[in-house]
């Protein structure tokens, strides 16, 4: 599995390189894509197709290649394959078959944008949401009580209206980072509120261009929750050293222990005065 460039070409690694230049077989989600890349780097190879419409069919070719003793790298357009991308099922299939698989690291579209993000912790990734509205909000929904960041894909002619759907079904109070064409020309990464995100969109056509990746923090602790988590934390604490009523009161409750001991501590500076 072969990660490569998400937009410049050179964000690849030698060992990838070398893996394309000696594998029997590439298998790619786009040819032309591909070729672009391979002849870029001066390789001569001729890729196969394996895209999301032949997947089940180009597998047979991989495992009839793979039976013969050939190495098979696989490639998706752009970053890590298997993650949005074709190339899972064949991987679950190479796995249960007991044909060893091997990850190329490189290029990832999910990890660029977290990396520019300034968000640290847990996260879900969601990926593409559905393309029509009343199914995306309902995708939507599911994750409107997550507690960590979500990170999305989107593709330009839907990130208007996904934004919309983003703020009506989350709430426009959340953070959100806009990563646009990373590692491309026009790369760009922009931080605001749900709120005003659709209007600074808007206010330029050209910030719709391109692929993105978004990062909407995650659902904010109720205020009911904090309340019940704070009366547990102080019930422990009466009876308990500080580290064991932050554990104790962590699993109770379900907050997180970061946030729990900074409130035990508040709790027993009060206790002492």
């Not at 309902?138 to 989107?154: G, K, M, N, S």
């Amino acid at each position: 599995m072969v990660a490569t460039p998400i937009g410049n070409l050179a964000d690849i690694s030698l060992r990838a390189l070398d893996i394309l230049r000696s594998a029997d077989a590439i298998f790619a989600e786009d040819t032309r894509v591909t070729r672009a890349l391979l002849g870029h780097h001066g390789i001569e190879a001729k890729p196969r197709a394996l895209h999301a419409h032949n997947e089940q069919r180009a597998a047979r070719e991989v495992f009839d290649a793979l039976d013969a003793g050939r190495d098979v790298a696989l490639v998706s357009d752009a970053g890590t394959p298997g993650i949005s991308d074709p190339g899972a099922r064949v991987v679950h299939s190479a796995l249960t078959a007991g044909i060893d698989v091997v990850p190329i690291p490189g290029a990832s579209a999910l990890a660029a944008a977290l990396s520019v993000s300034g968000r640290q912790g847990p996260f879900a990734f969601v990926g593409f949401l559905p393309s029509k509205r009343a199914a995306r909000r309902r995708t939507l929904e599911d994750w409107r009580d997550f507690p960590h960041a979500l990170v999305l894909y989107e593709a330009p002619h839907r990130i208007l209206d996904c934004m919309t759907d983003l703020a009506d079904v989350l709430g426009g109070d959340r953070d959100v980072v806009i990563a646009r064409e990373l590692t491309k020309i026009f790369e760009s990464v922009h931080a605001c509120r749900l709120a005003d995100a659709h209007e600074w969109l808007a206010a330029d056509s050209n910030r719709q261009r391109g692929e993105f990746v978004l990062i909407v923090s995650g659902a904010p602790a109720a205020e009911d929750d904090e309340a019940e988590a704070r009366r547990v934390l102080a019930a422990l604490l009466a009876e308990l050293p500080v580290k064991t009523a932050v554990k104790l009161a962590a699993t109770i409750t379900g907050a997180p222990r970061n946030a729990l001991y900074a409130v035990a501590l508040e709790l027993d500076k009060a206790r002492e005065r």
